[in-house]
């Protein structure tokens, strides 16, 4: 299983970005995606995760400016981001809790990573 994030990039305060990740692989369903960011030196932070009733839950400083999304047909998800401030500027991961083709659980997987940068 893999996934990749794509979408990030530079873009001026107040500006929008649409970050989508794909899953691909053995799938046979994802029960949770959760956006994280990551700012080098600080810990990373959760940013909306939404589950597979699709229930979705959003960290303060996001709530109200991003939404999350996911397509279970098409094993993709989407982070849209709305009203960017500079302190969103990090590198943004995908994680999916995956459940594989012969598979009985979820495994946690990983994206690499997309950068969004926001200038003042």
């Known amino acids: 299983v893999q996934l990749v994030e794509s979408g990030g990039g530079e873009v001026q305060a107040g500006g929008s970005l649409r970050l989508s990740c794909e899953a691909s692989g053995s799938i046979f369903s994802i029960n949770e995606m959760t956006w994280y960011r990551q700012v080098p030196g600080l810990q990373r932070e959760l940013v909306a995760t939404i589950t597979d009733d699709d229930s979705t839950y959003y960290a303060d400083s996001v709530k109200g400016r991003f939404t999350i999304s996911k397509d279970n047909a098409k094993n993709t998800g989407d982070l849209q981001m709305n009203s960017l401030k500079p302190e969103d500027t990090a590198v943004y991961l995908c994680?999916?809790?995956?459940?594989?083709?012969?598979?009985?659980?979820?495994?946690?997987?990983w994206g690499r990573g997309t950068q969004v940068t926001v200038s003042s």
């Open positions: 994680n999916a809790k995956i459940v594989t083709i012969g598979g009985m659980f979820d495994n946690d997987y």
